[in-house]
């Protein structure tokens, strides 16, 4: 099992920018695709962006061009640099790690979130 704890969010203004953090324990997290989610009020959580296990990153089309995965495997982390911010992407964000322990079955972990609040 993993554990992932996320940082780096507050208040920014449009047109701003944060980078979220996710450290998550153990030492087999470069095996595991890491991902950014967000939930607003209201509304189902999203995939923002995905990173895999061999570093193929995927995006939400409302991010692309302005947020942008990495992952450091020495450090145990993922991050999420966001950059041009718009009050549409406040939410929680929460980091997701993913792996597959055997074929047919996929196990997720979640962090607690970290709120992300765009406004002037």
């Known amino acids: 099992q993993v554990q992932l704890v996320e940082s780096g969010g507050g208040l920014v203004q449009p047109g701003g920018s944060l980078r979220l953090s996710c450290v998550a324990s153990?030492?087999?997290?470069?095996?595991?695709?890491m991902g950014w989610y967000r939930q607003a009020p209201g509304k189902q959580r999203e995939l923002v962006a995905g990173i895999t296990s061999s570093g193929n990153t995927n995006y939400a089309d409302s991010v692309k061009g302005r947020f942008t995965i990495s992952r450091d495997n020495a450090k145990n982390t993922v991050y999420l640099q966001m950059n041009s911010l718009k009050p549409e992407d406040a939410a929680v964000y929460y980091c997701n790690a993913a792996i597959n322990p055997t074929v047919g079955i996929r196990n997720n972990y979640w962090g607690q979130g970290t709120q992300v609040t765009v406004s002037s």
């Open positions: 153990g030492s087999i997290f470069r095996f595991y695709d």
